[in-house]
Structures are given as C-alpha cells and as structure tokens.
C-alpha cells in the first residue's frame, strides 16, 4: 500500500510523467479508434430510421457525448488547475491546459451539431433554450480560460491565473444555469421537448454507448498527446533558463 | 479594539486617496459616463423607435450600457497603482488584502456607479418608461453596479501587466456577470441583491488572490 502511494506521487514529476504518458497514449488512441468505427457502422447502418424525424435524428450519435464531454471537461478542467494551484503541481496545472482546448471543442461541436439538428427538426437554427444558452455560456468560459492563459508569458502565473478563473467559473456554473433557467420560463411560453417521446430503439442505445465511450477515450488520448506536447514546451524553456 | 480602529482607518483613507486620484484624472469619469448615455441613446436609432418596443428593451439596454460603460477602462483600477509601484505598498499595509480590494471597490461604485445610476432615470425617461419602471431600473443598476464592479476587479488584477489585458480582462468577467445582468433586466430586486451578497463574499477574496498571482 505504501509502495503503491509513493509510486503514485512520483508520477507529479514530469521527468517521471513524460514517458508514461507517451506510452499510455496508443492505448486509449486504438480503441478510441475501433469504438469510433463501431459506433458509427451502428449508428449509420443498424440504427432504424426514427419514424418522426427520419433520418436527422443520426446527429445525436455525435450531439450528445459531445455535450456531455463538453462539461465533464470543464469540471476535470477545474479540479486540476485547482490542485495545481493549491499543492503547486507544475503536471497538474499542464493537464488543466490540455484540457481546456478539448473541452471546448467538445462544446463547439455540440452546440453546431445542436444547430444543424435544430434546423430540421425544430426549423430554427438556433432557439434560446436554457439548455443551449448555458452550453454557450460554458463555451465563453472555456475562451476567457484559454485566451488568459495565451495571453500571460509567464507559464506559472498562467498556471496561477487559469486556476483562479477557471475556480471562480466552477462557483458561478450553477448560478449561470440557474439564471438562464429562470430567464427562459420569464421570456418563453413553451419549452422544447429534447427527449423523444418514443423510447429509444435498442440499435440506437448501442450506437449512443459506443460513441460515448469513443468520446471519452478519445479525450484521453488527446489531452495526454497534448500534456505530452506542454511538457515538452515546458521542460525545454526550463533548460535553457 | 485598537486593531479595528486601524483598519477603520486605514480604509477610510484607501476610499479619500482612492477618489482624490480619481478626481484629478476626471476626465476618465466624464467620458465613461458619457459613454454610457450614448451607448444608451444609440439604440433608438439603430432600432425602430417604437414606443412599445423602446420600453420592452429598456431594462436589457441600460444594464449592457452599464456593463461596457463599467468595463470600459477598468483595467486602471490596479494598473495605476501598479505602474509606480504603490500596488506593492497597498499590499504590505497592515490588514487582509481583501478588504484593501473592497476600499477601492467602494470608492470606484462612489464615483463611477452612483453617477451611473443618478443619471439611468433620465434615460428611462428616453424610452418612455414609467415611473415605477424608472424606479425598479435604477434600484436593480444601484445593486446591481457594485456586482459588476466587484467581477471586473477579478478581471482587473489577473490581467495586471498584460498587453491587451483589458480586452482579456473583459471577456473573462463578461459570461460571470450573465446572473446579475439576468435578474437586473428582468427587473427581479431581490435576486439581484442576492447575487450582491454572494459575490462581495467571494470576489474581494478572488481578486486578492489574483493580485498575489500578478505580483509574484
């Protein structure tokens, strides 16, 4: 148990990390890879065509793991940059910027995926839905947190300041969402209806499962190639101070 | 005893140097508030000016106003004091950072908020609203100017130093002011004091915080 625990704290070292991470990253890659493949051979192929919206509906396959990596990421986002902060984990503070990029793309396509379902099925490309509206709040989260932390030299006070804006974000979430609740019922009569009413076909299910898990593997695989990258960036500048 | 009168005084003389240097640079004042009444008075002419439609946006105009107007050239609030060096001092005096934070909060809402909300009942009156409505409008900005104040010292101190930090600065604070903007607009006073409340407790600490960062 104890050996276990000092192993673990070793890997907050990037000198340690580094390695690691470059041979972790075709392990989630590959399946991530194969789960896409099934994913959308079902999705496309298995899937029966939804008897109301026909053959639209497919856009859910990609519309709804991203929206939920899109906010998954921000709250994993938080709590690395926090610790990095907090216990000054330099890998920890890296990790919190690899995420960020993921993450709002992650959000970016779910809110365009969203869009281009919306226009068929709704016949509006965009509504101010609270749902929506608080999907691109936390895309405009992620952009004050990514251009802050471009915009500061410094890598450790960028660390620092992403940790702080991206803490006092994850405090205001659930006030966000709250207000944008409440600013819809006060501006709007009736509600969209996201969940179908027919239960989901069993096809549709798998398909569902199997791009979300791509989606999450995808993101592992992605986050450390780029932590991989930071550290590379990062180690070096250390070298040549 | 003896310690909290310090800090009492100390405090008083942050908000009297805070609005003395403010005042022999008011040029700065007179053109955010002017700014504000022409944000505010362009809209009529870039929309129809329709009396029903004037009225029903009023609320969204005045508090997007005052949030640019509030934004606009914020980044000074530290960046002054920073630029020679008596940032440092402020941080060495002899009480918690925050309240040094909330002192210059509270001369900035002296002298730049209550302008701002004197002067939206005129511009109420510009959109042919109400007395009531008038009066709800500058009671939501007069508790609801001090929440934007308050987030754009965040904004403020993270950015200190930084080239083009104002523009980060603001897109930071910007989705963090959505709640009181939110309420305010919707005319929902309790909430928008609700939303003052929390965010005096958490953003004078925050930005503390981020002004250690900056200085480090």
């Known amino acids: 148990m104890k050996r276990k625990l000092r192993n673990w704290y070793t890997y907050a070292s990037p000198v340690t990390l580094y390695p690691l991470v470059n041979r ?5 890659a590959i399946p991530s890879a194969i789960l896409f493949a099934a994913g959308l051979y079902v999705g496309f ?3 029966p065509t939804d008897f109301q919206q026909g053959e639209v ?13 899109g906010m998954l990421l921000y709250v994993l986002m938080s709590v690395y940059a926090s610790l990095g902060w907090a216990y000054n984990i330099r890998v920890s503070s890296m990790m919190a910027s690899a995420l960020s990029m993921t993450g709002a793309m992650f959000t970016l396509i779910s809110l365009v995926t969203g869009s281009l379902w919306g226009r068929p099925a ?12 608080s999907t691109l709040i936390l895309l405009f989260l992620y952009i004050g947190f990514i251009v802050l932390q471009m915009s500061i030299d410094d890598p450790r006070r960028a660390d620092r300041a992403g940790a702080l804006v991206a803490a006092v974000g994850l405090i205001n979430v659930p006030i966000i969402y709250m207000s944008v609740q409440w600013w819809n019922t006060l501006h709007q009569g009736a509600t969209i209806r996201i969940v179908q009413q027919s239960t989901i076909a069993p096809p549709m299910l798998t398909a569902l499962l199997l791009m979300v898990a791509a989606c999450w ?17 990062r180690e070096h500048f250390q070298v040549a101070e | 005893m003896k310690a909290t009168s310090a800090h009492g005084v100390i405090f008083r003389w942050l908000i009297w140097r805070e609005i003395l240097l403010s005042w022999r640079r008011r040029a700065d004042l007179f053109s955010t508030l002017a700014f504000f009444i022409v944000i505010v008075s362009l809209f009529p002419l870039s929309v129809d000016p329709d009396a029903r439609l004037l009225r029903s946006i009023a609320g969204g105009v005045l508090w997007v106003s005052a949030l640019l107007s509030t934004m606009l050239g914020f980044h000074r609030m530290f960046s002054q004091d920073f630029a020679d060096g008596s940032l440092d001092q402020l941080i060495l005096l002899p ?15 002296l002298l730049l908020g209550v302008p701002l909300v004197l002067i939206s009942p005129l511009l109420g009156l510009q959109y042919g609203l109400t007395s009531t409505a008038t009066l709800q409008l500058a009671s939501t900005l007069l508790l609801g100017v001090p929440v934007l104040i308050l987030l ?9 130093g930084i080239h083009g930090g104002g523009l980060v600065a603001a897109l930071i604070v910007l989705p963090l002011c959505i709640p009181a903007l939110v309420f305010g607009a ?15 407790a958490f953003a004078p600490p925050a930005t503390a915080a981020a002004l250690r960062i900056s200085l480090e």
């Open chain 2, 152 to 160: 754009n010292a965040i904004g403020a101190a993270l950015t200190l």
């Open chain 2, 95 to 109: 009480q918690p950072l925050f309240l040094t934070v909330i002192g210059k909060v509270a001369a900035q809402f």
């Open chain 2, 186 to 200: 919707g005319g929902n006073i309790s909430l928008v004091g609700a939303v003052f409340a929390l965010t005096l």
């Open chain 1, 57 to 69: 509906y497919r856009v859910l396959f990609i519309h709804v793991p991203a929206a939920w990596m």
């Open chain 1, 122 to 133: 709704w016949g509006t490309w965009w509504v101010w839905d609270a749902r929506m509206t």
């Open chain 1, 24 to 28: 972790l990253i075709p392990w989630f």
């Open chain 1, 217 to 233: 593997l995808y993101s592992v695989a992605v986050v450390l190639a780029r932590l991989s990258c930071i550290m590379t960036e």
């Open chain 1, 45 to 47: 192929v298995v899937a």
